[in-house]
């Protein structure tokens, strides 16, 4: 097999943006990975050569290879090699537990796990929950690009070139239900996405993108980074974030474009070095994950760069709305409009009839972007469709064409840019012995946006500790999952016997984190 053997066919598969790429500027800098740089033509030919490996070893069309890994110039290989050969990627989230990390693998059957040395302890726990013929390897030179190992079974789909419509990737997303879901984007739902983004945010040949989110996001790879390696930009990866660091990465690199999510540049504001940071070389600062606060704004408003909002949803490849920087100030607190090439629509959330004009409603996103379905859920694709729309669960206000999100009709909330969905954060609470009854909701929080507040029913009026309620939310759920505050109560108050009363729980967790931002005790 020759490098055009895995490109020759579609001008919409993502593995030929890199051969393309690499063909025409092959010396340039795609990868600046903690100061170790990597051109288009070693990227290319790495991810071509490793495609190769995969095919000759048994993985092809209609396979799923996971990866546990932190953002890494090996892990981009990985991800190119994919989608060359034609088998779905599938990032798998290291901030996880063993176990909850183990429930995703098992999920996503991949054939292959591809493991970056860091994670290896948590990767191989996790992975005991998967069948014992399951095949792991290590990412790298000296790891998976050295030597495939064979696939354990037959090649999952037929052997001919990738098609825009062959999943490029799986990326796990929180629902309202206690199980992640895992969202599958196609090539050229890539494709679209990254197209629009073009349109509305262009990304050039002599762009330096920061690229700090992690990879088991679908931001990390479609706000920004792919774009760039399509247009023949550099790449600078970080692997944590660091707001001192960040700040001085940006002068030394020339970064000019980046992304984040709101507690991320609210933390750089509030950093020592935010006053005498040098930030002249950036000219696009795009946040999404959250509504920005407007004292996050006005700060960088008034170091010259005010924040581009965006909104989008992992089901979208997620760009769906944005306001471009240059109308923070006249429409503050808003999302703004919809990207190019997508269409959006206000319904009715009761009888999904669309609203016009002025208007609030559920938000419904329909263009080529929008995901291809659920992995192996039929029935939550169905739920999450009406005709050719997505509805996103979430109530949006429209004036003058400008969006602004209200609230969302789903009950996830975002703490620090992850989505949290308080079914999942309920059962894990729930398994503890003295636990009867348990809710968890997010309250606002000035740097993580929100974070989680539990109310607790104690079985039999138990003796049961705050702490030990914590302590035992940690040894299940990842960190970010973990509520902030415990509040045990006698009964949950609902609207009905089968239904939960939500929102006032939410108002009684704000006014909850607000006494203790204050330092009042309840």
């Not at 390897?137 to 001919?160: I, K, M, N, Q, W």
């Not at 703490?415 to 809710?439: F, K, R, W, Y």
Request: proline share 6%; aromatic share 6%.
């Amino acid at each position: 097999m020759t490098s055009l053997d895995v490109v020759e066919d579609d001008p919409h598969t993502i593995g030929r943006w890199l051969v393309d790429r690499a063909a025409r500027t092959p010396r340039r800098i795609a990868i600046d990975d903690r100061g170790v740089t990597i051109d288009y033509a070693a990227l290319s030919s790495r991810s071509v050569e490793l495609a190769r490996g995969l095919r000759v070893a048994g993985y092809g069309r209609g396979d799923r290879i996971a990866t546990v890994s932190g953002n890494s110039a090996d892990h981009i290989v990985a991800f190119f090699a994919c989608a060359l050969a034609g088998a779905a990627f599938v990032p798998l989230s290291w901030r996880l537990t063993a176990g909850e990390l183990g429930a995703l693998m098992q999920r996503a059957r991949p054939a292959l796990v591809l493991i970056e040395d860091d994670y290896d302890t948590l990767a191989r726990e996790a992975s005991r929950m998967l069948p014992a013929q399951t095949p792991l390897a290590t990412l790298g030179t000296t790891g998976v690009e050295s030597l495939v190992p064979p696939a354990s079974g037959p090649r999952a789909g037929e052997d001919h070139p990738v098609r825009d419509d062959d999943p490029l990737m799986v990326i796990f997303t929180s629902g309202s239900e206690a199980a992640p879901k895992g969202v599958v984007l196609t090539h050229a739902n890539c494709f679209w996405n990254n197209l629009s983004l073009s349109q509305a945010l262009p990304i050039h040949q002599d762009d330096v993108v920061l690229a700090m989110l992690p990879q088991f996001h679908i931001a990390a790879w479609n706000c920004q980074p792919l774009l760039a390696w399509w247009a023949g930009a550099t790449v600078v990866l970080e692997r944590s974030f660091q707001p001192a660091r960040v700040l001085q990465l940006i002068h030394d690199r020339g970064v000019t474009a980046m992304m984040g999510v709101p507690t991320q540049y609210a933390l750089l504001t509030a950093d020592r070095h935010w006053d005498a940071a040098d930030l002249s070389t950036l000219r696009i600062a795009l946040v999404g994950g959250a509504t920005t606060p407007a004292a996050v704004q006005r700060a960088w408003t008034e170091r010259g760069i005010p924040l581009t909002q965006g909104y989008g949803l992992t089901e979208a490849a997620p760009n769906v709305l944005h306001l471009p920087a240059a109308e923070s100030a006249a429409h503050p607190g808003t999302v703004g409009r919809p990207y190019p090439h997508v269409s959006v629509r206000l319904a009715d959330p009761e009888t999904g009839l669309p609203l016009d004009g002025d208007a609030t409603g559920e938000l419904w996103v329909r263009g080529p972007s929008v995901f291809a379905g659920y992995l192996d859920d039929v029935a939550a694709t169905d739920a999450a469709r009406r005709g050719e729309w997505l509805r996103t669960g979430d109530l949006v206000e429209r004036r003058d064409g400008v969006y602004r999100i209200v609230d969302r009709l789903k009950d996830i909330y975002i703490s620090g840019g992850e989505n949290v969905a308080p079914a999942e954060v309920e059962h894990a609470l729930s398994q503890h012995p003295l636990i009867s009854d348990v809710a968890v909701v997010g309250a606002p929080d000035d740097v993580w946006g929100e974070r989680g507040v539990a109310f607790v029913v104690p079985k039999n009026g138990a003796a049961l500790s705050v702490d030990e309620v914590i302590a035992h939310a940690r040894r299940q759920l990842a960190g970010y999952k973990v509520p902030i505050h415990v509040e045990f109560v006698e009964t949950l108050p609902r609207s009905t016997i089968e239904k939960l009363a939500r929102s006032r729980l939410r108002a009684r967790a704000a006014r909850l984190i607000e006494g203790m931002r204050d330092g009042v005790t309840h």
